[in-house]
């Protein structure tokens, strides 16, 4: 643990701080970055298995947002959805000067129940060839927002009836879809397309979400 909180404390002060967004970090970027690098991790599964109390839902009424969930510990799971092979998003430089301010920021936006992890990360930008670490926040399963797997029909009900400071649920849902299409060909990820298809045929079932703003 103390090796750990020193690598933490440690990072970037050789103007090496990259972090790995896969969730609204793609479309809602830290401040201060000076490079934003597509890619990918291998190792893991995006799931809609993290509680939102603070951002897409309230205390009383959760929202759903994604973590990371270690792909041996995934096996031991029973899911109902099929991973992909790879977790695509996006990386971001932040230069030394910037780095404690964009701490402080990442660690209110994402202090209900994320932790800080390190993972290697491989840009799909020609320029940047060679594998990258990243800092990443993880929701780690020990956490008490941890949801574990849900079943998706639920799970997209839910997401449809959520909102918190941040704004509805649903938003965040359709946005991370779109961001993730948006990275490459091969960036899509069945468990998040999936429940955009099932909250999209939930609202067309009972006429809502006619003339809501994504943005």
Not at 13 to 41: A, C, E, M, T
Not at 125 to 131: A, C, D, L, Q, V
Request: charged share 25%; glycine share 8%.
């Amino acid at each position: 643990m103390a090796d750990h909180q020193k690598e933490i404390e440690e990072f970037g002060n050789n103007d090496d701080f990259w972090l790995f967004g896969y969730g609204s970090l793609i479309w809602k970027p830290p401040p201060h970055f000076d490079q934003r690098v597509p890619g990918y991790i291998e190792g893991y599964v995006r799931r809609f298995w993290q509680a939102s109390e603070d951002h897409r839902g309230t205390p009383e009424a959760p929202g759903r947002v994604v973590t990371l969930i270690d792909r041996a510990h995934w096996d031991t799971l029973t899911d109902h959805h099929e991973p992909t092979e790879r977790v695509w998003g996006a990386a971001y430089h932040i230069r030394s000067s910037k780095v404690a301010q964009v701490r402080s920021y990442l660690d209110i936006r994402e202090i209900n129940g994320y932790s800080i992890q390190f993972t290697p990360f491989q840009p799909s930008s020609p320029s940047h060839s060679s594998p990258i670490k990243c800092l990443v926040y993880i929701g780690l399963p020990e956490n008490p927002q941890f949801l574990g797997p849900q079943e998706p029909g639920a799970l997209a009900r839910r997401i449809l009836e959520s909102r918190g400071p941040s704004g509805e649920n649903r938003e965040y849902l359709f946005n991370l879809e779109e961001a993730l299409l948006g990275l490459s060909a091969e960036s899509g990820d069945w468990h998040v397309s999936d429940l955009v298809a099932r909250c999209r045929e939930i609202e067309e079932r009972e006429g809502k979400g006619v003339g809501r703003s994504l943005v």
